[in-house]
């Protein structure tokens, strides 16, 4: 799923200065599942927002909706009833669903809410990690199903630095596995150490954003 | 097709002499007087001089400058080069324009990662992008196209080669540890002339790992110098042995260096047996020595250990 | 510059979420506005306090109630066994976002019990309004949704 983590609730008291109706819009997709822009992510936000903005002496209006998904048009036109009732928008989409409602709103300004952090898995209840950077050229062929790109700090992909710490976790983080000790742990319990052995040529990142906006065309679909 | 190379440290090793490598770092400084003052105090010394690279992910002046500022005052650096500041372009044209300064050691290296820089008291730039366009194998084998074949990684050729002669580093000992030989040999597969290790204090630990690459053939393949750093203290042994990856201390090391009456005559004496030890190992072409902050205890360790030129 | 001392001359409003396992066999479940000596309660029974959102006690709190009590089973006791553990961890997130906006997480507070009458209940909710009088009025007061 796409990750997504609110933006400091002092730097959304501050995008919404100065405004009276806000919709704060929630996705059930993605963001819903990373607890952070569902439901009960807009419905605990809301009132979150409105005491903070009393605080600093601000009423504020706050209507909220959660929309099955907000990166497709038909459910984005739902808000068509009440946009004209504020004067502000906030989405906790993903930076997919925040830019179609900008599209379709674009007389109203529109606040992110949450930062998009990543393409991740729910490892365990509360915990979400990494799984994929999107990279274009997926190598999980070559790495028994590990993605190097995504969960390796510095995206190597001829095995591990030599920063991996004594208990294998990442140089960079006492919490995270080192991916490539990973890799290596499951080549060897299929027997198969040497296929990691082949120097693996430098990689082309053009089928990803260092190519430029990825642009998909399918004629057959069209 | 192999261009030739020629550098002073690439010279020691192929005449069988044993090799010395140090280290020196440049300031965080535009003023190339402090790295003067250092260089002035370990010329002379060694075959080849490391120029670190951003270490830690610390901005300090660039490994090439530092490296060609040297280089003048008759040092021959080993001219470091990490891969998580700059992309296969940009490392390229700073390969080019090494060589055109008469640089001509380069170790290639994945890098710290940007979040170390601010480990310490430094603030440093942990929110910077990282590039990590290729991984320091890829690296090797980069600096080994424009060398050998005069061509560019994306395929195009360079007017004449580079000639340059490529090191690599080895963690022997780091996790998990039964890929770590197989590492090096995917370094020295890609092109890697020379290996400088992590830290040695565990002499047959280290010595099974470089077994084994002398069973595959490695050491014939490329020069391993042994890492060393002086030991200061049995603080800093066990603080080695439990936080830094790939370093393993014997216990018995520790408690030696706790009951020294002089911790620095001692870790002197430690460096001189260590360095010892691995000169015994078979394959073992060099060291490369390091006493971090106290590069003034250098002359004296080098000319104990008999490694001073005329002795080697 | 020197905070205002929260005016502490005010009668506390507090709303008290019970849990209806934590009654005594004995009781009849009560619900609604309870006037009490120097606060005003108002009951709110619960299948299991592990059914409570943080953003229910946000909401309470934005509509001008002073308080929130939340009253669950003994941890051990918890008949939907991770009940009352869940209530505490969304409490604690709920209070933490009303520290990030001035509003005090001392304003919610749990209390873990069992074989409780109105009465107890009441004497808990009496406790945190003796605590929500320290930090003042709640600012909110008057809003309406
Ligand atoms: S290799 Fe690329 S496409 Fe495949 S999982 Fe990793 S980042 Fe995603
Ligand atoms: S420790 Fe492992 S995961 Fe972390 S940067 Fe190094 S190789 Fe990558």
Redesign the interface.
């Known amino acids: 799923m796409i990750v997504a983590e609110w933006k400091p609730i002092p730097e959304l008291l501050a995008s919404l200065k100065g405004h009276k109706n806000v919709l704060l819009v929630g996705c059930a997709t993605c963001v819903a599942e990373c607890a952070a822009g569902g439901e009960r992510e807009v419905l605990t936000l809301a009132p979150v927002l409105k005491m903070g903005l009393k605080d600093q002496g601000q009423e504020v209006n706050i209507i909220t909706r959660t929309l099955e998904r907000q990166c497709e048009p038909e459910f984005v036109e739902e808000l068509a009833e009440i946009a004209p009732q504020v004067d502000a928008i906030m989405s906790l989409a993903c930076g997919i669903g925040m830019q179609l409602v900008a599209e379709r709103f674009i007389d109203l300004p529109l606040y992110p809410g949450v930062n998009t952090t990543s393409l991740a898995i729910r490892e365990q209840p509360g915990l979400w990690t990494a799984r994929c950077a999107a990279c274009g050229d997926c190598m999980l062929g070559e790495t028994f199903g590990l993605c190097p790109v995504a969960r390796c700090a510095k995206s190597l992909m001829n095995g591990p630095c030599g920063g991996t710490r004594k208990d294998g976790k990442c140089e960079v983080d006492e919490n995270t596995e080192c991916i490539w000790r990973l890799i290596v742990e499951r080549a060897e319990a299929k027997g198969r150490l040497e296929d990691l052995v082949k120097v693996r040529p430098s990689k082309n990142w053009s089928n990803s954003g260092h190519g430029g906006p990825k642009r998909m065309l399918r004629e057959d679909l069209r | 097709m192999k261009t030739p190379v020629q550098t002073k440290l690439q010279q020691a090793i192929a005449a069988g002499r044993f090799a010395l490598t140090l280290e020196i770092g440049p300031p965080q400084s535009p003023n190339p007087e402090p790295l003067r003052k250092k260089a002035e105090i370990i010329k002379g010394l060694a075959d080849g001089y490391n120029v670190t690279d951003n270490q830690t992910a610390v901005v300090r002046m660039s490994s090439i400058a530092a490296s060609k500022i040297i280089l003048e005052m008759g040092l021959e650096p080993v001219m470091q080069m990490v891969c998580r500041d700059r992309n296969r372009i940009a490392m390229q044209s700073d390969l080019l324009g090494a060589s055109a300064l008469g640089l001509k050691n380069v170790l290639a290296l994945s890098g710290d990662h940007q979040k170390a820089s601010a480990a310490g008291k430094l603030k440093g730039h942990p929110g910077a992008k990282n590039v990590y366009d290729i991984d320091s194998i890829q690296l090797i084998a980069t600096i080994k196209g424009l060398r050998d074949e005069a061509k560019q990684e994306g395929g195009d050729a360079i007017a004449e080669p580079a000639p340059f002669f490529i090191g690599a580093a080895w963690t022997p000992l780091g996790t998990p540890r039964n890929f770590r030989v197989l590492r090096l040999a995917k370094k020295i597969a890609a092109g890697a002339d020379f290996i400088q290790t992590q830290a040695v204090y565990d002499v047959p630990a280290f010595a099974a790992q470089v077994a084994k690459a002398r069973d595959m053939g490695l050491t014939d393949k490329a020069a391993i110098l042994a890492g060393i750093i002086v030991p200061r203290s049995a603080g800093m042994l066990s603080y080695m042995d439990r936080q830094v990856p790939g370093v393993e201390v014997p216990a018995e090391l520790i408690a030696r260096m706790k009951q020294a009456k002089d911790a620095k005559a001692e870790g002197i004496k430690v460096t001189v047996e260590l360095i010892q030890a691995v000169r015994a190992i078979p394959g073992v072409k060099g060291v490369h020595l390091q006493a971090i902050e106290a590069e003034e205890l250098l002359p004296e360790i080098v000319k104990a250990a008999g490694l001073s030129p005329q002795d080697r | 510059m020197a905070a205002a001392k929260p005016d502490s001359n005010f009668s506390p409003e507090i709303v008290a979420l019970y849990c209806r396992q934590c009654l005594d066999a004995e009781e009849r479940p009560q619900e609604g506005a309870r006037p009490a000596k120097g606060f005003n309660a108002r009951l709110v029974m619960l299948p299991c306090s592990g059914k409570v959102?943080?953003?229910q006690m946000?909401?309470i709190?934005?509509q001008g109630a002073d308080g929130v009590l939340l009253v669950g089973c003994p941890e051990n006791a918890c008949r939907f066994l991770v009940g009352s553990r869940r209530a505490e961890k969304r409490l604690t997130h709920?209070g933490q976002?009303?520290d990030?906006?001035?509003?005090g997480a001392g304003r919610l507070a749990l209390k873990r019990a069992a074989d409780l009458t109105t009465a107890d209940i009441l004497a808990l909710a009496g406790q945190l309004a003796e605590r929500v009088k320290t930090l003042g009025p709640n600012?909110?007061k008057g809003?309406s949704l």
């Open positions: 959102e943080a953003y946000l909401r709190l934005e709920a976002l009303l990030l906006v001035n509003m600012p909110m809003d």
